[in-house]
């Protein structure tokens, strides 16, 4: 259920198969250039707050931006993504800086990662890569390691193509020997789509297991509460701070970070609510703009299992700037795996970076998981939601 469940052997097994050198392979990220295109029609804020979100994934990364380069364009384009102006720009930033790697802001085709690849002489990764390498590095459970793997393999198998295709076209020229980089591509999209058959299978015994685990919950007839919410919100310090005030001793707190992507793994804790009645409660992975699909499907199961929750708790960092974009992105992921809207308590966290609270926010709870206002009130309106199911089924 959670990583802290998870045995030593289980964990062995996770790190034999990581070792299997199919598996993720670990992007070395110090110091990166970021490039990103303002496409006509978005906004300013829009095209500064992704760019800016990237920059907050590179770190979460572990890495650090040493310059963005920007280029308006009405749309990508198909060979390199930007122009070959700018193409020449990045080139020179390149050789000044000698960047680790060069990430571009949105998510690159197959053909032009190859192409910028041969232009630029750096690794070229895009934001779905990325992200894909923070929940590589983040992921502790058997599952989590699971979908991160399988997500990955999906994204890479139709980009698999940089070395193989280079060495074809080497051999190429002497003609007769055309074809050893193919086969060697051949070999390696062969055993991508094995591991990828693997990785369903084990995925499905899992799934199993956690299935049991849900029925056995259900069985004991607790309501379960879910916090979901845009990355970096403060779902695990809201979550922390909801233990603390029902339990008031020090039981263990799941970490809590301004790193984007601090939490990925699933972790579920007994809370007893103001009326006596007890209640499981569930942090899990934060959402973000553009999550790679890969990602949402692999996940989807873990995902599900927040959203089938009785409560879903929407945590909002009302100090945030923007986020309104960021409650409408989760609302669409929401949306989009179907969960019951009325199951939905809007919670705005964070009301201690504020003068005071702004008007015009639609309904909701509003809270400081830091001082611990309005955590009370938010109990209350849980409890309150919770109790006529209990009349019911008790
Ligand atoms: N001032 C203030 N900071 C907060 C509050 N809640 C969380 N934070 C900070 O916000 C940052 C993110 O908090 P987390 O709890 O890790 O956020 P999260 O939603 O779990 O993030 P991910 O796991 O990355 O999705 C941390 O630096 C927290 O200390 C709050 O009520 N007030
Ligand atoms: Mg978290």
């Given at each position: 259920m959670t990583s802290a469940h998870l045995g030593r052997r289980l964990q062995k097994r996770i790190i034999k198969l990581k070792d299997r050198g199919l598996s993720l392979q670990e992007i070395k990220i110090e110091t990166a250039i970021l490039v990103g295109i303002k496409l006509k029609g978005e906004s300013e804020?829009?095209?500064?707050?992704?760019?800016?979100?990237?920059?907050?994934?590179?770190?979460?990364?572990?890495?650090?931006?040493?310059?963005?380069?920007?280029?308006?364009?009405?749309?990508?384009?198909?060979?390199?993504?930007?122009?070959?102006?700018?193409?020449?720009?990045?080139?020179?930033?390149?050789?000044?800086?000698?960047?680790?790697?060069?990430?571009?802001?949105?998510?690159?085709?197959?053909?032009?990662?190859?192409?910028?690849?041969?232009?630029?002489?750096v690794r070229i990764i895009d934001r779905t890569m990325l992200i894909l390498d923070i929940f590589g590095q983040r992921a502790r459970t058997r599952e989590g390691m699971l979908q991160v793997e399988l997500a990955d393999l999906e994204y890479r198998l139709p980009r698999l193509s940089g070395k193989g295709a280079e060495m074809s076209r080497l051999?190429?020229?002497?003609?007769?020997?055309?074809?050893?980089?193919?086969?060697?591509?051949?070999?390696?999209?062969?055993?991508?789509?094995?591991?990828?058959?693997?990785?369903?299978?084990?995925?499905?015994?899992?799934?199993?297991?956690?299935?049991?685990?849900?029925?056995?919950?259900?069985?004991?007839?607790?309501?379960?509460?879910?916090?979901?919410?845009?990355?970096?919100?403060?779902?695990?310090?809201?979550?922390?701070?909801?233990?603390?005030?029902?339990?008031?001793?020090g039981v263990d707190q799941v970490e809590a970070d301004a790193r984007l992507f601090q939490t990925l793994d699933t972790t579920t804790r007994k809370i007893t609510l103001p009326s006596g009645r007890e209640a499981l409660i569930t942090d899990t992975v934060g959402f973000i703009q553009n999550l790679p699909h890969h990602l949402v499907a692999a996940f989807r199961s873990t995902l599900q299992e927040a959203i089938d929750a009785d409560i879903l708790l929407h945590v909002i960092d009302i100090s945030s700037p923007d986020h309104w974009d960021k409650m409408r992105v989760v609302e669409k992921v929401l949306q989009e795996l179907n969960a019951d809207q009325d199951k939905i308590i809007r919670v705005y966290n964070k009301t201690d970076k504020l003068d005071f609270i702004p008007a015009g926010e639609k309904s909701g709870i509003f809270v400081s998981a830091r001082t611990g206002s309005g955590l009370k009130h938010l109990l209350t309106q849980i409890e309150a939601r919770i109790l006529p199911a209990a009349r019911v089924d008790g």
């Open positions: 804020l829009d095209f500064e707050s992704s760019l800016d979100e990237l920059k907050g994934l590179i770190e979460a990364a572990g890495g650090e931006v040493t310059a963005v380069l920007i280029q308006a364009r009405e749309r990508p384009g198909a060979s390199t993504y930007i122009g070959s102006g700018k193409l020449a720009e990045l080139n020179q930033l390149v050789s000044e800086l000698k960047p680790d790697l060069v990430v571009f802001d949105q998510e690159l085709s197959p053909t032009q990662l190859r192409n910028l690849e041969e232009a630029v002489k051999s190429g020229g002497i003609g007769t020997r055309a074809g050893a980089g193919e086969q060697k591509l051949e070999l390696d999209r062969r055993r991508i789509r094995q591991r990828i058959q693997d990785i369903k299978q084990q995925m499905q015994k899992v799934e199993s297991t956690r299935q049991l685990h849900r029925r056995r919950r259900q069985r004991a007839g607790l309501p379960v509460i879910s916090l979901v919410g845009y990355t970096n919100a403060g779902k695990s310090s809201l979550f922390n701070a909801m233990c603390r005030s029902v339990h008031r001793s």
